[in-house]
């Protein structure tokens, strides 16, 4: 997850600090201050709010599952769509590279929820016998 929430907060900063630049990789024209400031706050405030959210579950476990399910599904949502608009549209280069960054992010995020879900085998012996208090 740590690695997740960088990548999203790093892209949503590039996207506040530099919207023209980034807007043109992605081939959206700001040709106005309205689509300037959509830009800005879709991109950038919602890659930002996703990544703090990744790394703020990273830190608090309790909040780590429901985090990481939230983000599995956006990424999700993410893959299928790209893969729809690989086929129905006339898409540049930067269109596969996001696609592939997509089911690289979908596939730690998913290896997160692995190391999350499963206990690590040797944990469960050592609690064992011990009264709760020495088990936290």
């Known amino acids: 997850m740590l690695l997740a929430g960088l990548l999203f907060v790093v892209a949503g900063l590039l996207c506040i600090v530099m919207p023209s630049e980034s807007s043109q990789y992605v081939g959206y024209a700001l040709a106005s201050g309205t689509g300037r400031a ?3 706050t879709v991109y950038g405030g919602l890659e930002i709010g996703l990544g703090l ?4 579950g990273r830190r608090v ?3 780590a599952l429901g985090v990481l399910f ?3 599904w956006m990424t999700l ?3 299928l769509v790209r893969t729809v608009t690989l086929f129905v549209f006339d898409v540049s280069e930067t269109t596969y590279f996001f696609y592939a960054m997509d089911w690289c992010v979908l596939g730690v995020l998913w290896w ?3 190391r999350l879900i499963v206990p690590k085998a040797d944990a469960a012996p050592a609690a064992e016998g011990k009264p709760k ?3 936290n």
Do not use: Y
């Open 38 to 40: 959509e830009f800005v």
């Open 53 to 56: 959210g990744l790394l703020l």
């Open 61 to 63: 476990r309790t909040l």
């Open 70 to 72: 939230l983000a599995l």
């Open 77 to 79: 949502g993410l893959v």
């Open 112 to 114: 997160s929820r692995h």
């Open 133 to 135: 208090s020495e088990v």
